[in-house]
């Protein structure tokens, strides 16, 4: 199973995606093909070096450009065009996404919608050539690390504006692509949005895995790094299960039980995954504590200076994006009659990502409550419920 990984740390354009894809392996002379043969433009294929970096640079040669298309226009030369079945709804996939965008930005319906830049012959054939190269390639699934959108201003048609564009940001709100600012030009394009939101899934670093090629498409700017957009396609080992979370860590010496058990409860109550407060001997063999807070990363800063706050400890451990295996857990319930008495009881039920289940704990409250009322133990609830749980809800997951 292949991925194709995009990874933009300078920023992506539509010419920078198609050049990285046919230096992936794409076929140049089809790719050129479907885009001839839709859109009256003439495109070459060529390496360059950028800041030492050999890529391959896509030019497109328009002898013609009209002021601007309307959004209806643009689906009826896609739509008309001879193209494989998938390349066509991929492109009118992007170019939907770019309309949704204008038209958010701008006020105006789909109909009305006029397209200027990204309605040129040459957006065109970047799209329909980054359309047809992916689909030639045809990976498993497409991922997409952090895009670095540059920074500086923008004078487009409407306006000076900072970087990203308006409709490149509205993009990126739409995709949930995760992006950063880091130049003094702009680096993400509207239609190099677009193709990124179409095709690939956030990921927040390389995955694990064997690389199998890599390809280079080469930008337009001069950058300080080399403004090129690097392709992978890899081969990821077995996709991990859970989540990711940050663990934060202090050792603290001078502070009583009181603030400490304060403390769990505050860092629970703020969204804590975990809190967990360990017995230690610190130097000169005086006793102390280790606090150890499980968290999602984006509650890292608000759980750190809560924990400065509370204890006074002036540096925190940090262990960031910790990926962690979790069962998939739900609530359910069982029946329990005992003599007159009949109850409902939760059960916690924790399975693997198969659906095997790898553990059932009735909820403790629940069982205590039924103790009393029947007056039997609460390890006679608790046996009795667990019990009924493993038959009405299966056999435990076998090692």
Known sequence: MKTLIFDPF?????????????????????VCKSIESAVEVSVTVSPVSKKGIKSLDVRVQVPRRPHSRSYPELLEIINKASLPGKVREDALGVFALLAEAESTVHGESLQELHFHEVGQDDALADVIGSCFAMNELAPASVLCTPINVGGGQIHAAHGVFPAPAPATLEILIRSGLPFYGDGKRELLTPTGAALLAHFSAPVRDLPLGRALATGYGAGDAETDRPNVLRTLLMELQEEPWGDRVDILETNVDDVSGEILGNLFDRLMGLGARDVSIIPLTMKKGRPGHLVRVVTVPENSSTLAREIMRETGTLGIRVLPAVHRFTAERSIRAVTLSIGNETTEIPVKVACDQEGSILKLSAEYEDCRLFAERTGLPLKEILRRAQEEAWRVFGTPALS
């Open 10 to 30: 300078s920023g992506a354009a539509g010419d920078m995606i198609l050049g990285s894809l046919i230096d992936l392996g794409a076929d140049p002379a089809k």
